[in-house]
């Protein structure tokens, strides 16, 4: 299982109410979710589609790092991306 780094950068992807999937980054995992989900702060892509599940992770060694496997993971067919949240383990947030 991972483990929580304070300030170690991040790539999550939610499931959103609707089954949709949002990916980002971020340097704090358990703060980004909570702000997806409250009223302030969050995507504008998921304020409509809240709230939001927290389906997988994974560390980053740099903003740059974390970025660039945003990016992969977007462009990653719906198939493939689903496998991935399958075989996930969580980080404890």
Do not use: F
Not at 4 to 33: A, F, H, M, P
Not at 44 to 56: D, K, Q, W
Not at 61 to 77: D, G, H, V, W
Request: a positive charge; one cysteine or more; aromatic letters at 8%.
């Amino acid at each position: 299982m991972m483990e929580k780094e304070e300030n170690s950068w991040q790539v999550y992807i939610v499931c959103c109410r609707d089954g949709t999937y949002y990916t980002g980054i971020t340097r704090n995992l358990s703060r980004r979710i909570s702000e997806h989900n409250s009223t302030k702060g969050g995507a504008r892509y998921t304020r409509s589609r809240r709230p939001v599940e927290l389906v997988y992770a994974e560390p980053a060694a740099s903003r740059s790092a974390a970025a660039k496997r945003e990016y992969q993971l977007k462009k990653m067919p719906l198939t493939r991306k689903k496998e991935l949240i399958n075989t996930a383990q969580l980080p404890l947030i």
